[in-house]
């Protein structure tokens, strides 16, 4: 319906029509009303252009009463002149003009004229363009200050990194801008509750923040909903098209909500990844929502627009929030990490130093220690290089041990003495524990007679890295065994001229050819012609021993048959057991044996005799031979002599002592027998000088078996 | 068996006592003795001698020098020498068989054994 089609109810010049009808004046009493009420400013003008009637908004426009207006030229309050020459081809009329108010205001408003509305009477509708303007630049103002809050909020998210902050910033301004009543963001928690994390509210209205809501609140299936990506704009929650469970609406009344707008806040829970075929799966993070507690309020579009917008944009800064979180988390467990790395590497250098403190000391007591010892000890390196020397190089040499480390030991030792050494140098350096004797020329100019052991050093892959190499000075004792040999050689001598004399002059004394002695003459001529020869057999047991010992003697070992030997032996001592009435059974035997033949005879003499001495007479000594195997190796084989007697016995506890010198079982019995006391310490260094072992075994009253070993001869 | 005739050369008086009366007493050999090497080589150049008694340990010249000495001389290089020596070692013993001296006798010895000692070295026949 248009005014243009209304007959116009208060016209009071009627020229076409001279009776109004009844119904026109109906029409009219319906139509002055709502003519009044409408919010455009409506004029009638005549022809002339003079003003038969307005309604309210028309004198509100024109800022005067209707009294002033009516009547007048509508020219009067305006500019430019409205022209209103009727024109057939245009019903009406529209264009803008300037409405002149009192006081000078100006008012800009668009026309439209419509002619002849009834005959002779034209319509004009006003609308005012000035309070239509600063309407449009309010909401463009509007339009600007969203986008510089939706930028600033976005730039704040941005920017901070601190979720908490964020929030906080994000209610606000979105209070402050959408001017509603209480903004907040609910967090929805895992369990289905949730609680208002950040809240920017009016004062006149309750606050929610921090209260926690129960999952019947929000439940499971709504949180669906809004991970799907629903908003809920409701103008009026108490309104049955809202759509709300009358729990809810009694829920939300405690907190003055009249109307509300939600939008989700979701989270992607699959970042985007190149290789994962996963389509990103939203979840629900939470929820900004905006409340109206003073009334009912209708949400514009562009205010869900900016909602979801900022929530997507608190989307962002949550995902943001969380791989800094993340990505703080990493760096506390790399920096604990790093600080447990610092800390053992700390106490690794700590035990080091220990280590090392306590090797310096270890070291330093070592110098002293060999520094302190008159033994030489030095470290030979593969090279044959001096490592490490002690103190009493120094003394010796007299050269500083710094001075010889490093040099080879030909070089501190001279040609000639390193030629000596050279072999032992060698064998150290294959491996082998190396002992040997020296003669060495000190500073000085005098020889030293040393004893020299060295020890390889093994790593721990078994390869020679050098030697540790020990020098004692044996000069001392060198000089005593030189000098003991000397002596046993002068009293050989010595005493072995004078002892012929004396046994000589004796037996021919004894022939009697140089005149008849008394028999007690005769008796005193035996005994010291007894004497005599015992002397002798001393003088004789006392050198062997003693070059055997000493190793000067070597044993001249050859291959010889043992049958021949034991029959040596026997004839020998035929004279002997002749005298004594004993019997010798010897069972030889053809077997090679390898040994020094005047050794073994001597053993065999000696043990043959010692067993005629204590035989009773007719009594029996056999001398027996066999190969058997060897006790600690059945599979080698050993050549076993064996003398035994049938006299009176060795006592068990007595049968090792025997082959000690000059023990004698009785010692007045030894006197009787002639012996030395050194027979058997004798055949014990003999047999030991061949690799065989000798021994004794005795039943007391029935007789001793004397038994010694030799190795056999491998054919 | 003819008599023989022995040289013994010893420092020691003694020991040429025993062995001049052992041998006589023994055998009825002949025995010239001399004191020293020169006034043994001296004997054996001037005497006809069967067989020599060196003893092997003399001040100045030892029994070794002489046995040296005697091989140089036509007149004695044939006596066949016997060692008298206080060393009893077989190696010993080895090295007087390898100068070439015909025996050893050990000291201390019994000066009536001696005959019977030199005949088996010299491979002699002794009357009983």
Redesign the interface.
């Known amino acids: 319906m248009t005014l243009a089609q209304l007959p116009y109810p208060s016209l009071q010049i009627q020229k076409n029509s001279s009776t109004p009808s009844r119904q026109q004046s109906t029409k009219k009493q319906l139509l002055q009303p709502m003519l009044e009420k409408a919010g455009d400013a409506i004029a009638v003008l005549d022809p002339s252009g003079n003003l038969l009637e307005v309604n309210a908004a028309a004198c509100h426009l024109f800022g005067r009463s209707r009294r002033t207006l009516v009547n007048k030229s509508l020219s009067t309050f305006i500019k430019p002149a409205l022209d209103i020459t009727f024109d057939v081809n245009q019903a009406s009329l529209n264009g803008q003009l300037t409405v002149v108010c009192p006081k000078g205001i100006e008012r800009h408003v668009e026309y439209t004229l419509t002619h002849n509305v009834y005959p002779q009477v034209h319509l004009v509708i006003f609308r005012d363009l000035t309070q239509r303007q600063a309407q449009a630049e309010e909401a463009l103002r509007w339009q600007r200050q969203r986008v510089e809050l939706f930028s600033e909020v976005t730039l704040k998210i941005r920017q901070s990194l601190q979720l908490k902050e964020i929030l906080r910033a994000t209610v606000t301004e979105v209070q402050r801008i959408l001017r509603t009543d209480r903004v907040l963001i609910y967090q929805v928690l895992a369990d289905g509750t949730g609680k208002p994390i950040s809240e920017s509210v009016l004062p006149a209205y309750p606050a929610i923040l921090g209260m926690e809501f129960p999952e019947e609140v929000f439940p499971k299936d709504y949180q669906t909903l809004y991970a799907q990506g629903r908003v809920r704009a409701i103008a009026d929650v108490h309104s049955p098209n809202a759509g709300l469970a009358d729990c809810l609406v009694e829920f939300v009344k405690q907190f003055d909500i009249q109307s509300k707008l939600i939008v989700p806040i979701l989270q992607n829970l699959n970042p985007p990844q190149p290789l994962s075929q996963d389509s990103p799966q939203n979840q629900l993070w939470g929820l900004l929502i905006a409340h109206q507690c003073s009334g009912p309020r209708t949400w514009a579009d562009f205010e869900l627009e900016l909602m979801q917008q900022l929530a997507d944009q608190i989307s962002i800064a949550i995902a943001q929030a969380q791989l800094l979180e993340t990505l703080e988390e990493r760096v506390a467990a790399r920096t604990a990490q790093l600080q447990q790395m610092n800390d053992s590497l700390q106490q690794e250098i700590n035990d080091r130093m220990q280590a090392e403190a306590a090797l310096r000391q270890s070291e330093e007591q070592l110098r002293l220690i060999t520094n302190a010892l008159p033994v030489l000890i030095a470290y030979v390196d593969h090279q044959q290089k001096y490592r490490f020397n002690n103190k009493a190089y120094e003394d010796w040499l007299n050269q500083r041990p710094t001075d010889i480390q490093g040099s080879h030991i030909q070089q501190v030792w001279g040609e000639a003495c390193y030629l000596r050494m050279q072999p032992s140098v060698e064998a150290a350096l294959n491996g082998a524990v190396v002992t040997y004797e020296n003669e060495v020329m000190v500073h000085d100019g005098s020889t030293r007679s040393v004893n020299v052991t060295y020890i390889p050093h093994l790593d721990e892959q078994q390869t020679v890295q050098g030697f540790f190499a020990l020098t004692s000075d044996i000069s001392d004792r060198k000089a005593i065994e030189r000098m003991k040999d000397e002596f046993i050689a002068v009293v050989s001598h010595e005493l072995r001229t004078p002892l012929t004399s004396m046994h000589s002059a004796l037996k021919i004394l004894a022939t009697g050819r140089l005149g008849t002695l008394s028999v007690d003459g005769q008796q005193m001529l035996e005994i010291a012609d007894d004497n005599t020869e015992r002397l002798v057999r001393l003088v004789n047991n006392v050198l062997d021993l003693q070059r055997i010992e000493s190793g000067e003697v070597t044993m001249d070992k050859q291959a010889h048959n043992a049958a021949d030997l034991m029959i040596q032996a026997m004839e020998a001592m035929q004279p002997m057991a002749g005298q004594q009435g004993v019997t010798i059974s010897a069972y030889p035997k053809d077997i090679l044996i390898w040994a020094d033949a005047d050794y073994i005879v001597q053993t065999l003499t000696n043990l043959l005799s010692n067993a005629i001495k204590f035989s009773l007479t007719d009594g029996v000594v056999t001398l027996t031979i066999e190969v058997r195997p060897t006790p600690e190796d059945k599979t080698k084989e050993e050549v076993l002599f064996q003398v035994c007697d049938q006299g009176q016995g060795i006592p068990a506890d007595r049968l090792e002592n025997i082959f000690q010198r000059f023990y004698q079982v009785d010692s007045s019995d030894s006197r009787k027998k002639g012996g030395t006391g050194l027979g058997l310490a004798i055949c014990r260094k003999i047999i030991e000088q061949h690799e065989g072992t000798i021994w004794a075994q005795s039943t007391l009253g029935a007789g001793s078996i004397f038994s010694f070993t030799l190795p056999t001869l491998k054919r | 068996m003819e008599v023989k005739r022995v040289l013994i050369i010893d420092d ?1 008086e ?2 040429q ?3 001049r ?2 041998i006589s ?1 023994a055998a009825g050999w002949d025995v010239l003795t001399a004191s020293s090497g020169p006034q043994g080589i001296d004997t054996a150049q001037s005497e006809l001698i069967d067989v020599i008694l060196l003893d092997v ?1 003399m001040p100045e010249m030892d029994g070794i020098a002489t046995f040296h000495a005697l091989k140089t001389y036509p007149k004695t290089e044939e006596i066949p020498v016997i060692f008298l020596t ?6 010993e013993k ?1 090295h007087f068989n390898d100068l070439g001296v015909s025996g050893v006798i050990t ?6 054994d001696l005959p019977s000692q030199i005949s088996k070295i010299l491979h002699w026949e002794l009357q009983s």
């Open positions: 020691e003694s020991i006592t025993v062995v009366f052992g007493m340990m206080a060393k009893a070692q077989t190696s080895n000291k201390p010895f019994n000066s009536l």
